[in-house]
């Protein structure tokens, strides 16, 4: 069988080359550490070597629970290492939806650090502890023994096929039941190589992980280990203990989803905390307010970027660079499509569209995920004749800046008019009295839908529910403006942070 590049060789190539660079760097109440790609990459070694002896059948499936930790991190390389198919168990999940995801995938191996033990109920997996490995005598091994055990080991190289799997990673829920995404070897390098042409990394790169390793943030490592940069690890994460770190760190790349961004233009410090160190501070998960953007640019040290995908086909399919996004024609797009991706229009009879046109935004190329896991119907619903279908209206202009409008489902049609969400939570997000907000349609006997919101306010809040109705009907049509804002301290949102339009829709459907 013909050797094919695997996604950790990136990091193994950088070990090889920059032994002596340093790898990670730990900061934290009760640590501050470095590692050298040359130890790191010996304890990867050792622990995917010892992940073969407990489990020598390829490509049989790790679950790894955990928050952001370099154990952590160690059990993520090491996995891959191994030959082993991720399964990332975010801990921020209930504990019947991890269970439910581990009855699924069957995982022969689960990593899980202390903090997590109560996370997920009784398994026939091999439990190998992490972080701080006191777990209640649940755990089969640990970490730390099993690197001292195996230590100078090297893990058996097994052939692989390139649409073999590397991860089986669930969607989050926000559009329906969460669906096992199955990702490749070959997503995974389209995805490498994406992230290093769209962002340009170098060895000078230094990742704050802030946002959840389950998530959008692991994308980010292999690409920035390929060209000797360096993962850094901090406490637990909060607006203000990520600008903190920003600074003492000298972090030049963050990953964070636009709600933390929002909170972090709240916090006391953002117009004192040094951040001239950044160089990519990258928005993801969701579309970021324009208006935002404007405000946050400066701020950011002019480093803001952003970029557009699902867990179908992660994270860099359409790509906005700081300096294409510091024009203000740009400020409401995700930017352009990128280097291993295709990207059409569609109408609803499945013929793609000319630029300007709305339409569903559909994805085609290496990054597109192979199917959903055991769900062959579901898969044949979402890729036709080669394109993803994300759910996602949208359009393209004449320059190839592709602007996202909403989720299919979440259009309200009241009174035979179509109103984007987006459209009118960019407008009342403009308000100086609200943080975030989310708007939805729910059902109304003389117009079919009326339009909703739900809102967020600044903690010296000086407006009310008629001021701000009133604020959004004197900048867009009457129709699109909400007939009801409710007003609450928190509003729904996912273990990653992300509002769920549903939710809310739920939430104050009575209210």
């Known amino acids: 069988m013909p050797q094919t590049m695997l996604p950790i060789d990136n990091f193994f190539r950088a070990a090889a080359c920059w032994p002596e660079r340093t790898a990670v760097e730990i900061s934290t109440e ?18 995917a070597a010892a992940i073969q002896a407990v489990d020598p059948e390829p490509q049989s499936r790790v679950g790894i629970c955990a928050y952001n930790s370099f154990e952590h991190l160690l059990g993520w390389l090491a996995t891959y290492a191994a030959g082993k198919v991720w399964v990332p168990l975010n801990p921020r999940n209930g504990r019947s939806e991890l269970d439910r995801i581990i009855d699924l995938t069957e995982p022969s191996i689960i990593i899980f650090d202390a903090d997590c033990d109560k996370k997920f109920g009784l398994v026939s997996a091999h439990l190998l502890a992490g972080k701080d490995g006191k777990t209640a005598g649940r755990s089969n091994s640990n970490m730390a023994t099993l690197i001292k055990d195996y230590a100078g080991s090297i893990p058996l190289r097994q ?18 039941t969460p669906k096992g995404v199955m990702q490749t070897y070959r997503v995974f390098n389209s995805c490498i190589a994406s992230m290093l042409s769209a962002f340009g990394f170098d060895c000078d790169d230094r990742h704050l992980l802030a946002a959840p390793m389950t998530h959008g943030a692991n994308t980010m ?18 607006p203000s203990t990520i600008l903190d770190a920003i600074e003492s760190m000298r972090a030049t790349a963050i990953f964070v989803p636009p709600t933390v961004c929002y909170m972090m233009l709240e916090e006391d410090q953002i ?130 800046f592709v602007f996202v409008k909403d989720r299919i489902r979440d259009v309200v049609i009241t009174g035979g008019f179509n109103v984007y969400p987006n459209d009118v939570e960019v407008v009342l997000g403009q308000h100086p009295d609200v943080i975030e907000c989310v708007v939805f349609g729910l059902p109304d006997d003389k ?19 008629v001021a701000l109705i009133a604020f959004v009907k004197s900048r867009l049509d009457s129709v699109k403006a909400p007939k009801r804002i409710h007003i609450t301290n928190k509003l729904p949102r996912s273990p990653v942070g992300k509002i769920l339009r549903r939710e809310a829709k739920v939430k104050f459907s009575n209210s």
């Open 271 to 400: 117009g004192v905390a040094d951040l001239s160190s950044l160089r990519h501070f990258i928005i993801g998960g969701a579309t970021i307010r324009p208006d935002v953007v404007a405000l946050a640019m400066p701020i950011f040290n002019n480093s803001m970027e952003t970029c557009f995908g699902q867990t179908e086909v992660p994270q860099i399919a359409i790509c906005m660079r700081a300096d294409d996004w510091q024009d203000p024609k740009n400020y409401a797009s995700t930017g352009r499509v990128t280097c291993m991706t295709k990207i059409g229009i569609m109408d609803m009879a499945g013929n793609l569209l000319p630029a300007g046109q709305d339409g569903e935004i559909v994805l085609a190329g290496d990054l597109v995920m192979k199917g959903y896991f055991e769900m062959p119907d579901k898969t044949a619903e979402t890729i036709i004749d080669g394109w993803l279908h994300t759910g996602d209206i949208g359009y393209i202009d004449d320059r190839g």
């Open 30 to 47: 009760n640590e501050e550490r470095k590692i050298s790609y040359y130890d790191l990459a010996n304890q990867v070694n050792a622990l």
């Open 159 to 176: 052939p692989v096929n390139a649409d073999d799997l590397q991860a089986i990673k669930f969607t989050g829920g926000s559009s329906g």
């Open 447 to 465: 117009w079919g839908e009326t339009v909703h919101a739900a809102v967020e306010l600044v903690k010296q809040a000086n407006t009310d529910e």
């Open 221 to 238: 490592i292999l690409p920035i280990f390929a060209v000797g940069g360096t993962q850094l690890f901090m406490g637990q994460p909060s």
